[in-house]
């Protein structure tokens, strides 16, 4: 037996098995205890087998950790498929004899029950198995159909019982995954033996729109994160979005970033926005919000920086080609790689899941700036505190790497009970934009509404595009002279826009 | 399938001039082992006058084999022949479930 070197356990805490799953040994805080049988609990369809089967993947790959499969729902070829494509090659790990599938089939039809027995048949195949390629980790999926297998409940719990002190006593990092039951955690309570480690998965369908949610329920003797962490299936198998809410503990910097327009960095004391804050652009529908995000990417890419681009409504094509018109060429910076899209549906998935997907997207690119445009598409799958606390977490996350975020969202700026309420309070500059007809012309309006810790502009300026490119020129050259004076003429400006758009509208 | 076929289906009572293959499964020489063992002999003399081979198998000697034939309980004795397949697991203290398990007794 290998269990010689495993058992002994330091006394400072518990020894952790890394499981290589993005984020999830994060909040473990370094993994699963090694040496021990964690329960991985959740609904049919919400990620179980896939955790487990990563776990060992990752463990046969990554950590030099072979590991056994033991399968009671699925077989060998049916596992090996579906992980397939998420890029784990099982046949290749098997051949390499770095993990070995046992597909454990138990037709009750078939048995007939005449006396006293035991699973010993079970422990020799498993422990053969482990022994054969010196495995580290194991993974049982699932028991529970041993209890629709088996006759006999009794022979089965106890045996159950004897199972896990088996499994600890060989000394594996162990994985046993169980259907979700009605008033316990699992149908047939197998949390009853695993008192190590329980993860509970969840998958909700609200408004049509799935999210799927990974909490450690129980973690024995360790430190570990209580909250709901938004997961994620993609191509690359399970993410976990560790963080929830950073706190207010990000660096500060005094370092300045161009906003793309020269005008624009005049108004914000000369120099644009601070590195890694936070910028809202609101305005109504073709008043140049995109406009002025892309005119950032831009300057970002151009002075050597990586922009990530996160597209709720247009393709990427379509804002390369609109942002041609007015002489912002961002079709080079994609081929540099300077510039990334991702252009998404809100709709495609829960908040949550746009938020890992960012996350994984942020964390792969480490871009030095991000723009979200627009963020009030996300309306369609969420309500506004919903959507002010994924952005929450999306701006702590992203200001704890210094990245500077451009936010651009739809409305008017004064309008009251809109998204813009929630969430201005989440960034540091807020810029507004708006339309107003003067002379049988529509002329476009800007102003800085915000901009924290530096002096800025409180102009109304008239905002232009043509081939070359933004400028932001100052209408109201007799407003300029003193604060007082420009208050009224906002206010005045405010109230003529008020009537106006109501006007149009009906 | 032909209509009328001598095909075998289900439970049906196997006709008793059968050559019978069976193979039990043990995990090493334990008390139950041998009952099992000692049960099954006793069961073969009194039913299967056609002649019988019965393999024992010690998993612990051969663990390798468990998973050839789905073994997960123990003692499991496995009906080889005449097919179809029939899995009896426990000791084969009641005779009774054995005889129906093989298909010697009509299922009630």
């Given at each position: 037996m290998k269990t010689k070197a495993r058992s002994h356990i330091p006394l400072h805490g518990i020894e952790k098995c890394p499981t290589g799953i993005r984020g999830l040994d994060e909040i473990t805080e370094g993994g699963l205890p090694r040496g021990r049988p964690t329960l991985v609990c959740?609904?049919?369809?919400s990620g179980k087998t896939l955790l487990a089967s990563e776990f060992l993947v990752r463990g046969a790959r990554e950590f030099k950790e072979p590991g056994v499969l033991m399968a009671f729902e699925e077989s060998e070829n049916e596992l090996a498929d579906n992980v397939a494509s998420l890029g784990f090659d099982?046949?290749?790990?098997?051949?390499e004899k770095k993990l070995i599938i046992d597909h454990v089939h138990v037709e009750r039809s078939e048995i007939e029950e005449t006396g006293e027995y035991d699973l010993e048949g079970l422990f020799?195949?498993?422990?053969?198995?482990?022994?054969?390629?010196?495995?580290?980790?194991?993974?049982?999926?699932?028991?529970?159909?041993?209890?629709?297998?088996?006759?006999?409940?009794?022979i089965l719990r106890a045996e159950l019982r004897r199972l896990f002190r088996w499994l600890k006593d060989k000394g594996v990092?162990?994985?046993?995954?169980g259907e979700q039951g009605e008033k316990q955690l699992t149908r047939h309570g197998l949390e009853e033996y695993v008192s190590d480690c329980v993860i509970f998965l969840d998958h909700r369908v609200t408004n049509q729109v799935a999210t799927r949610l990974l909490r450690i329920v129980k973690y024995r003797g360790a430190r570990h994160g209580t909250n709901e962490y938004p997961t994620l299936i993609d191509e690359t198998g399970l993410s976990v979005l560790p963080i929830s809410s950073a706190g207010l503990t990000y660096p500060v910097s005094t370092k300045r970033i161009s906003?793309?327009?020269?005008?624009?960095?005049?108004m914000l004391g000369g120099k644009g926005y601070f590195v890694g804050t936070s910028v809202l652009i609101s305005g109504p529908p073709g008043s140049g919000k995109t406009s002025l995000a892309a005119a950032f990417a831009d300057r970002v890419a151009r002075d050597g920086g990586r922009v990530l681009y996160w597209s709720s409504e247009e393709s990427s094509d379509q804002l390369m080609r609109n942002m041609r018109s007015i002489g912002i060429d961002l079709d080079r910076h994609r081929k540099s790689g300077a510039l990334v899209f991702h252009s998404v549906r809100p709709t495609l998935y829960g908040l949550e899941n746009h938020l890992v997907a960012l996350h994984k997207l942020v964390v792969d690119l480490k871009p030095t700036a991000l723009v979200m445009d627009p963020i009030t598409n996300l309306d369609a799958v969420g309500s506004s505190a919903q959507i002010k606390s994924m952005l929450t977490r999306v701006i702590d996350f992203t200001k704890n790497l210094k990245i500077t975020g451009v936010f651009t969202s739809l409305g008017a700026a004064e309008d009251e009970n809109r998204l813009e309420q929630g969430v201005s309070s989440l960034m540091d500059t807020w810029l507004g934009l708006r339309v107003i007809e003067a002379d049988g012309v529509r002329k476009r309006e800007f102003y800085v509404l915000k901009s924290r810790g530096m002096a800025h502009s409180n102009d109304l300026r008239e905002m232009?595009?043509?081939?070359?490119?933004?400028?932001?020129?100052?209408?109201?050259?007799?407003?300029?002279?003193?604060?007082?004076?420009l208050t009224r003429a906002a206010s005045t400006a405010r109230g003529r826009i008020t009537t106006n758009s109501r006007g149009s509208r009906s | 399938m032909t209509q009328g076929s001598s095909a075998r289906k289900g439970s049906k009572p196997v006709p008793a001039p059968e050559r019978w293959d069976l193979r039990l499964y043990i995990a090493g020489e334990s008390a139950r082992s041998r009952l099992a063992i000692a049960n099954l002999k006793k069961i073969c003399e009194t039913h299967m006058h056609a002649g019988y081979s019965i393999e024992v198998i010690d998993l612990v000697k051969n663990p390798a084999l468990a998973r050839g034939d789905q073994i997960v309980a123990v003692p499991t004795l496995v009906r080889k022949l005449p097919e179809?397949?029939?899995?009896?697991?426990?000791?084969?203290?009641?005779?009774?479930?054995?005889?129906?398990?093989?298909?010697?007794?009509?299922?009630?």
């Amino acid at each position: 037996m290998k269990t010689k070197a495993r058992s002994h356990i330091p006394l400072h805490g518990i020894e952790k098995c890394p499981t290589g799953i993005r984020g999830l040994d994060e909040i473990t805080e370094g993994g699963l205890p090694r040496g021990r049988p964690t329960l991985v609990c959740g609904s049919a369809g919400s990620g179980k087998t896939l955790l487990a089967s990563e776990f060992l993947v990752r463990g046969a790959r990554e950590f030099k950790e072979p590991g056994v499969l033991m399968a009671f729902e699925e077989s060998e070829n049916e596992l090996a498929d579906n992980v397939a494509s998420l890029g784990f090659d099982m046949r290749a790990l098997e051949r390499e004899k770095k993990l070995i599938i046992d597909h454990v089939h138990v037709e009750r039809s078939e048995i007939e029950e005449t006396g006293e027995y035991d699973l010993e048949g079970l422990f020799v195949r498993l422990g053969s198995a482990i022994d054969e390629i010196g495995a580290k980790r194991v993974v049982l999926d699932s028991l529970e159909a041993l209890f629709s297998g088996l006759p006999n409940e009794g022979i089965l719990r106890a045996e159950l019982r004897r199972l896990f002190r088996w499994l600890k006593d060989k000394g594996v990092t162990a994985i046993i995954t169980g259907e979700q039951g009605e008033k316990q955690l699992t149908r047939h309570g197998l949390e009853e033996y695993v008192s190590d480690c329980v993860i509970f998965l969840d998958h909700r369908v609200t408004n049509q729109v799935a999210t799927r949610l990974l909490r450690i329920v129980k973690y024995r003797g360790a430190r570990h994160g209580t909250n709901e962490y938004p997961t994620l299936i993609d191509e690359t198998g399970l993410s976990v979005l560790p963080i929830s809410s950073a706190g207010l503990t990000y660096p500060v910097s005094t370092k300045r970033i161009s906003s793309g327009i020269p005008a624009l960095d005049e108004m914000l004391g000369g120099k644009g926005y601070f590195v890694g804050t936070s910028v809202l652009i609101s305005g109504p529908p073709g008043s140049g919000k995109t406009s002025l995000a892309a005119a950032f990417a831009d300057r970002v890419a151009r002075d050597g920086g990586r922009v990530l681009y996160w597209s709720s409504e247009e393709s990427s094509d379509q804002l390369m080609r609109n942002m041609r018109s007015i002489g912002i060429d961002l079709d080079r910076h994609r081929k540099s790689g300077a510039l990334v899209f991702h252009s998404v549906r809100p709709t495609l998935y829960g908040l949550e899941n746009h938020l890992v997907a960012l996350h994984k997207l942020v964390v792969d690119l480490k871009p030095t700036a991000l723009v979200m445009d627009p963020i009030t598409n996300l309306d369609a799958v969420g309500s506004s505190a919903q959507i002010k606390s994924m952005l929450t977490r999306v701006i702590d996350f992203t200001k704890n790497l210094k990245i500077t975020g451009v936010f651009t969202s739809l409305g008017a700026a004064e309008d009251e009970n809109r998204l813009e309420q929630g969430v201005s309070s989440l960034m540091d500059t807020w810029l507004g934009l708006r339309v107003i007809e003067a002379d049988g012309v529509r002329k476009r309006e800007f102003y800085v509404l915000k901009s924290r810790g530096m002096a800025h502009s409180n102009d109304l300026r008239e905002m232009t595009m043509g081939e070359h490119g933004i400028a932001l020129r100052s209408p109201y050259a007799g407003a300029r002279a003193t604060g007082e004076r420009l208050t009224r003429a906002a206010s005045t400006a405010r109230g003529r826009i008020t009537t106006n758009s109501r006007g149009s509208r009906s | 399938m032909t209509q009328g076929s001598s095909a075998r289906k289900g439970s049906k009572p196997v006709p008793a001039p059968e050559r019978w293959d069976l193979r039990l499964y043990i995990a090493g020489e334990s008390a139950r082992s041998r009952l099992a063992i000692a049960n099954l002999k006793k069961i073969c003399e009194t039913h299967m006058h056609a002649g019988y081979s019965i393999e024992v198998i010690d998993l612990v000697k051969n663990p390798a084999l468990a998973r050839g034939d789905q073994i997960v309980a123990v003692p499991t004795l496995v009906r080889k022949l005449p097919e179809p397949m029939r899995k009896i697991i426990g000791d084969l203290s009641n005779e009774d479930r054995v005889l129906v398990g093989l298909d010697l007794r009509p299922r009630k």
